[in-house]
């Protein structure tokens, strides 16, 4: 997927949390059809969060009284998280807001950890 983005003229690297976060929402229109809005960034752009829009994961969903500790729509975030990583930027992700248990909004709040630097092969 990414080699895929990155071949219809996507930038393959990004320097801060804002070119990451309009990566990805180029990236959900792009393959899921999925509108996000970036928002909440740190002062040092290096952490912000997700808007989701019309999560289409949740649509016909119903979790029960016992099961609201359900994350039905973590796929996303390995998704992102997978993403990001084969282009050697890693990141911690979670859902701060998931419609499905109660909230008014889809937020995921992502964290870029470390840009990973190439290293020669057998260094690790």
């Known amino acids: 997927m990414v080699e895929d983005y990155i071949a219809k003229g996507n930038k393959a690297?990004?320097?801060?949390?804002s070119?990451?976060?309009?990566?990805l929402q180029k990236a959900f229109k792009m393959f899921l059809n999925i509108n996000?809005?970036?928002?909440?960034?740190?002062t040092s752009k290096m952490e912000?969060?997700?808007?989701?829009e019309n999560n289409p994961l949740i649509e016909f969903v119903y979790l029960p009284p016992d099961r609201q500790n359900i994350?039905?729509?973590?796929?996303?975030?390995?998704?992102?998280?997978?993403?990001?990583?084969?282009?050697?930027?890693?990141?911690?992700?979670?859902?701060?807001q998931d419609q499905l248990r109660g909230d008014p909004t889809n937020e995921i709040r992502i964290k870029i950890v470390r840009f990973i630097e190439e290293a020669p092969c057998g260094d690790d």
């Open 71 to 96: 994350l039905y729509s973590n796929a996303l975030i390995g998704g992102i998280r997978g993403a990001l990583a084969s282009i050697r930027i890693e990141v911690q992700a979670h859902f701060v």
């Open 13 to 17: 690297r990004c320097s801060d949390g």
């Open 19 to 23: 070119e990451i976060a309009l990566g």
């Open 48 to 52: 912000f969060s997700l808007i989701i």
């Open 36 to 42: 996000v809005t970036p928002t909440n960034f740190s």
